[in-house]
């Protein structure tokens, strides 16, 4: 089984900080809709606001990318679609494997959305013989033991796991042996990659729990405006915390998606 490390440096070898690279997909995403929109250029307030960033961090950033800007004009929006994209390596197709075609890996599959971001779903894989050749969203799934193969044939370079958490890591270490050197990790556990291969992992329970952190904080907080608990519901009611607790991600807000 492979072992080693999850993280990469926080900077890249280009020079651009991860949290950089985090927040690039934010600004992509709210270009794209300018773009959709024919909007010729923006100002970094206006991109912030729209990418949920701070306009300061949004003009440090860009300038890792040479981006600056003209003073009273704003940014160019199709050149920065283009410079993110490119910096983010859309502007090549990436072929895709999911792994563990049930419930959840049949939904990505339909997905449409990844398509037109540059990720083409090229192959379909599980371990159910039944499913051999069974068509989801128009691909036939493949069957683990030509797992090699497909990754080899179809040249993908990133997989995507939605198998039992148990299966998960012998699918991940199968997956680096064929040649997959990121991947995006839906099943809740941690694995162990080699050096040279990204896992990112997604797990919206946790971000389920982290709201209803939040809901149970804001409750407390009602609580104590209407007077407090009385006496008798204090001694029932678990502990909330007062303190105010932030919770920043690169945008803001904790990505559902994290580094593993
Ligand atoms: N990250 C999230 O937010 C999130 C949300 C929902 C589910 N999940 C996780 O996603 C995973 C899939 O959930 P689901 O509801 O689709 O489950 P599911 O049981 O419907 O599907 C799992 C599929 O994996 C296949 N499989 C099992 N072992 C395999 C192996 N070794 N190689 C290849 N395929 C294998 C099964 O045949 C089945 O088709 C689970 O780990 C679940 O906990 C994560």
Not at 90 to 109: E, S
Not at 160 to 174: E, L
Request: proline share 7%; with cysteine; glycine share 10%.
């Amino acid at each position: 089984m492979a072992t080693g490390r999850t993280h990469r440096p926080a900077t890249r070898s280009r020079g651009i900080p991860e949290a950089t690279v985090a927040r690039l997909p934010l600004y992509l995403r709210a270009l794209t809709a300018l773009s959709e929109r024919s909007v010729p250029t923006v100002s970094s307030e206006e991109l912030a606001a729209a990418a949920g960033v701070n306009s300061a961090k949004l003009r440090k950033d860009f300038s890792y990318l040479g981006s600056y800007g003209t003073r009273g004009v704003g940014y160019d929006v199709e050149y920065l679609v283009y410079q993110i994209s490119r910096e983010l390596g859309l502007t090549q197709d990436w072929p895709v494997a999911i792994v563990g075609i049930g419930n959840l890996g049949a939904a990505l599959a339909n997905y449409g959305g990844f398509a037109s971001r540059g990720f083409r779903v090229a192959a379909l894989i599980d371990a159910d013989p039944a499913m051999a050749g069974t068509p989801v969203a128009g691909i036939p799934v493949q069957h683990t033991d030509d797992l090699d193969r497909i990754i080899s044939d179809n040249g993908v370079s990133i997989g995507v796991i939605t198998t039992p958490p148990g299966a998960a890591q012998q699918v991940c270490d199968r997956l680096v042996a064929a040649g997959v050197t990121s991947i995006l990790n839906f099943a809740p556990t941690v694995l162990s990659v080699p050096d040279g291969v990204d896992v990112r992992k997604v797990d919206l329970s946790i971000e389920l729990q982290i709201l209803a952190f939040h809901e149970q904080r804001k409750a407390g907080e009602e609580a104590s405006a209407d007077g407090g608990a009385s006496d008798a519901e204090a001694e029932q009611a678990p502990p909330v915390r007062a303190t105010p607790t932030t919770r920043k991600g690169p945008d803001g807000d904790m990505p559902a998606v994290m580094p593993a």
